[in-house]
């Protein structure tokens, strides 16, 4: 087979020195058949797995890693660090190694010195098929976490999981209680990178596996809502995570149209010393890495799906032919805490999502203000206790109000609210005041000026202080100094 492999020749050469067979085998040579781009390289080696890759390291300058001594598992990274290559010993000759794997699309090698396709399982015609299959039950039963892998090749790959699979997935679905948490996250933070994870994640919940790994969204299953939503709060919760990946799969042009509409300007400075388009800028905020190997667009659909799960543990109120659910993103917040502690993620993710569902309506409290004074104290407060993770609140409101559509939402309130939300993106990327006021003095300065030690008293006036600024009522350093003068006398 005509397969471009790094170091192709070298690792051949290295074997047979060595005497042994080598074999790329499942992921990466599944990718590769699919056209799909790989930077991570698996290898399965007959004997000698250590001896093999430090002298393939060494040869071709790269960095040697030793990954699991027991199990015989070795990784060779170049210095340009644009791959990697993984080797592990076969377990058993190859053709019982490639059967133990799975699914049969990874049931796949190719021995590298005869340049031999080995296909024990069919593989290639599951491939041809575009179907998720695995060899038996027990191949579930063996590691339960394969039945949320099946949902994430079919969300990867855009396949179907073949019928004898899903039935018995279906059959053995309660044994997933047997993984821990952490693999549990991230096979669906993988899911999560697919720009069309909605179906598959409402799939998984109509399955009835989702319910057992997240039982706090089944109270939302038909708990009815305000006229400002078209669907139950669970749908409205499908509805806009798949509002989120609209964004996404087309890198927020949406938001640029508003902007066009609205003949402003389409590009937003950052740092006073680069332009870029607010797509960019959001590519770029959502992409960062949150912990090793997790994106914050990961950790914000996550989020996003858990948005209005406060309205479980909050009594319904009928106003007006309304149903409220008063303070249910504090109830929101505090539930999202106890599921991200479940899911094992970083106290960076954690505080991350609990900012997104806690704030997700602060946006549309700012839109109902009618005084540009309140409007913009709002407007502070939203920036001043969200931080960093503003622009995800401000995205996950776009979505969730996309997401509402019900009857007594119109169209003139969408547009309203599209707007409040390209004004404050801006205010967010270009450093405007109310988003990140000018700061005149320190604690230090206030200490000096009121001859005060440390304390909580400093953080107050200071508070106070950026506050004022923000809103342009203290403009300079004198005035800040008078300002502070005044507040300490209060």
Known sequence: MNIKIPFREKIIQIAD??????????????????????????????????????????????HFVLLDKDFGIARVVPRSREFYMDFALTRGDIDNDLISRDF????????????????PAGGMGDLDKKIVRTLSRKCIIDDPLRILRAYRMKAKFRFEIEESTRKW??????????IAFERIRDEIFKIFTSHKSTGIIRQIYNDGILGILIP????????????????????????TLEEV??????????????????????VIARNNDSVLPLKDLLKDYFSEISVHERYRMQVFKFATLLHDIGKIEKEKIVSRGHIYYPNHHTCGRDIWNKIANRFKLSNKEKTFGAKVVEYHLAPIFISKEKEKRAGD?????????????????????????EAGRGESLTNQMIERHHDLCISLMKSYFVGDPIAKPPQFLDGKDVMEILRLKSGKK????????????????????DQACSFVKFYYKL
Request: cysteine-free; charged content about 30%; aromatic content about 8%.
């Open 377 to 401: 104290l709002r407007k502070y407060k939203l920036f001043e206790r969200t931080r960093e993770s503003a622009p995800a609140v401000i995205l996950i409101s776009w979505a969730d109000v």
């Open 216 to 239: 706090e969204l089944i109270p939302l299953d038909g708990l009815k809502q305000s006229g400002f939503h078209k669907y139950d709060a669970l749908q409205h919760s499908f509805h």
């Open 245 to 266: 990946e609209k964004l996404e799969d087309e890198d927020y042009s949406s938001l640029e149209k508003v902007i066009i509409q609205n003949k402003s300007e389409d």
């Open 17 to 62: 020195q060595l005497g042994i067979n080598i074999y790329l085998v499942g992921g990466s040579l599944r990718n590769l058949l699919l056209n799909v781009p790989i930077n991570d390289w698996d290898f399965a080696v007959t004997s000698k797995v250590f001896e093999f890759s430090r002298k393939l390291a060494d040869e071709t300058n790269s």
């Open 458 to 477: 400093i953080g107050n006036i200071l508070s106070a202080l950026n506050q004022a600024s923000a809103l342009g009522d203290v403009v300079d350093y």
């Open 169 to 178: 997935i279906l059959e053995e679905k309660e044994k997933i209680k047997s």
């Open 104 to 119: 049969t699309i990874n049931s796949l090698a190719l021995n590298l010195k005869e340049d031999k396709l080995i296909d």
